[in-house]
């Protein structure tokens, strides 16, 4: 199993530029979430899911889409980058919710000039 | 949910137990006390969870204390892969937003050789 993968690594985009972070778990999780991690902090939720079709709000949604069509799929869409969304992206994913063991993707790193 | 209480950083001898507390004197009856760590900016890892009873597992030992007040994560052979950020979060174990994960600033363990 390859479990939690993420794209791309790595993007800079322009302030006003839109992009979408893709997040995929081979697991058969049903729950999946977003974070992010600004520098020298602990992680916040942006998004989760607790199945296909069904997508809540987490701690820091401002700015943010998200949509879940699939179980394997949970993109982070991006509309109108700001600089204060330069951050550390990080997807988990987890069988059941809760603090139950989640498995983290390895981050995608996004910088807003 | 319940707010933790970690020292931001801590060093360890290699080959020493490394003991990391954590308060938790807010925690609910229904919240677990669950430690994920943080290797040089790599998605957090699970570690060890547990409700009111020590815990073991083959990465750590997990103290909580009869109160549920406070706990103790225990590495009983620190090795120089073991620096990282350790959080400790309380958090219940079913979905819904009570049981997202929390996440701090967490203690900064450096295992020095």
């Known amino acids: 199993n390859a479990g939690v993968t993420q794209t791309p690594k790595f993007r800079i985009l322009k302030i006003g530029q839109s992009m979408t972070l893709q997040c995929t778990q081979d697991m058969n999780h049903n729950y999946m979430y977003w974070y992010r991690q600004d520098p020298g902090m602990g992680l916040k939720l942006i998004y989760y899911s607790v199945g296909a079709g069904i997508t809540d709000k987490g701690e820091v949604p401002n700015g943010y889409n998200v949509s879940r069509s699939t179980t394997e799929d949970f993109p982070l869409r991006l509309e109108l980058a700001a600089p204060s969304q330069t951050s550390v992206y990080f997807c988990?994913?987890?069988?059941?919710?809760?603090?139950?063991?989640?498995?983290f993707g390895p981050g995608t790193r996004l910088l807003v000039l | 949910d319940a707010k933790t209480t970690q020292p931001p950083s801590m060093d360890c001898a290699e080959g020493r137990a490394a003991n990391l507390p954590c308060n938790h004197s807010?925690?609910?009856?229904?919240?677990?006390v669950y430690w994920y760590r943080q290797i040089h900016s790599q998605g957090p890892q699970y570690i060890i969870h547990?409700?009111?009873n020590n815990e073991t597992n083959e990465m750590a030992s997990l103290i909580i204390t009869e109160d549920r007040k406070s706990s103790t994560l225990i590495l009983p052979h620190a090795t120089l892969r073991d620096t990282a950020v350790y959080y400790c979060i309380a958090s219940a174990n079913y979905g819904g937003s009570q049981g997202n994960l929390i996440f701090g600033k967490g203690t900064k363990l450096s295992v020095k050789p």
């Open positions: 807010t925690i609910s009856g229904n919240e677990y």
């Open positions: 988990a994913s987890s069988y059941l919710g809760g603090g139950e063991t989640q498995y």
């Open positions: 547990g409700l009111k």
